[in-house]
């Protein structure tokens, strides 16, 4: 089955820095890389995902990138704000016609005043 | 926010006790998931459901099952509840099946003593 890696496991950065949070899997079958935020005693949000044929997407300040060839996918956080402190996972779909996501340990994200 | 509520929210109970969450989702969603959050893990899928009483195994489902009599409620059973079972456990739902959006509750804590 699939196995997604993250890292770092805590990243802390000044505000107004740029946020890189790193990941890869094992299972070329894999076509769909979500990235979820998780606050505090709430469940996880979608924040933004990719496909297997796009290489990249952004939104606003947000963007990720994928490299099939070395299965690995990033998420790029720019001017960071208080509000973007919280866990980050990043996740990939099963492949081989299982269902669910395979789901990295998180990021906890610290931005520094 | 996706309409998916979870009950209980808090709960205890004893070793050895049955125990059923229950996810409730107003979306008609065809795809409903099962995960358990644990710290140093990130989430991994226990069981999921792809339509009324079609339900598969996850990554985790050994000591527990699942039932689906209708589109809008997915039950977790923990037949007979073990301190390795206390977790926080999230319900998702999704439209079409895993390589695309899932929306999660607000989760379930569970405290087996």
């Known amino acids: 089955g699939e196995n997604v890696e993250q890292h770092p496991s805590t990243l802390s950065v000044q505000e107004g820095d740029s946020a890189v949070i790193k990941c890869t899997y094992s299972?070329?079958?894999?076509?769909?890389f979500p990235w979820y935020k998780q606050e505090l005693g709430k469940g996880p949000q979608l924040i933004i995902d990719?496909?297997?044929?796009?290489g990249e997407k952004k939104d606003q300040r947000i963007a990720v990138t994928l490299n099939k060839t070395a299965k690995h996918f990033s998420l790029h956080i720019t001017e960071t704000q208080p509000e973007d402190s919280a866990v980050y996972f990043c996740?990939?779909?099963?492949?081989?016609?299982?269902?669910?996501?395979?789901f990295g340990k998180g990021t906890h994200l610290i931005i520094q005043p | 926010d996706a309409g998916i509520t979870q009950s209980p929210r808090h709960k205890v109970t004893e070793t050895g006790t049955p125990v059923t969450l229950r996810c409730h989702q107003t979306?008609?969603?065809?795809?409903m998931y099962w995960y358990r959050q644990d710290p140093g893990h990130g989430l991994r899928l226990i069981h999921y459901?792809?339509?009324?009483?079609?339900?598969d195994k996850g990554e985790v489902s050994d000591g527990y099952s699942v039932s689906r009599s209708k589109t809008e409620d997915f039950l977790l059973t923990l037949e007979s509840a073990t301190s390795s079972q206390t977790s926080v456990y999230f319900c998702?739902?999704?439209?079409?099946?895993?390589?695309?959006?899932?929306?999660f509750g607000q989760g379930t804590r569970l405290t087996v003593v």
């Open positions: 299972d070329s079958a894999s076509n769909y």
């Open positions: 979306e008609n969603h065809r795809y």
């Open positions: 459901s792809y339509g009324v009483k079609d339900t």
């Open positions: 990719i496909r297997s044929n796009v």
């Open positions: 998702a739902i999704s439209e079409f099946r895993g390589d695309t959006e899932a929306f």
């Open positions: 996740a990939g779909s099963q492949g081989g016609g299982a269902d669910g996501l395979t």
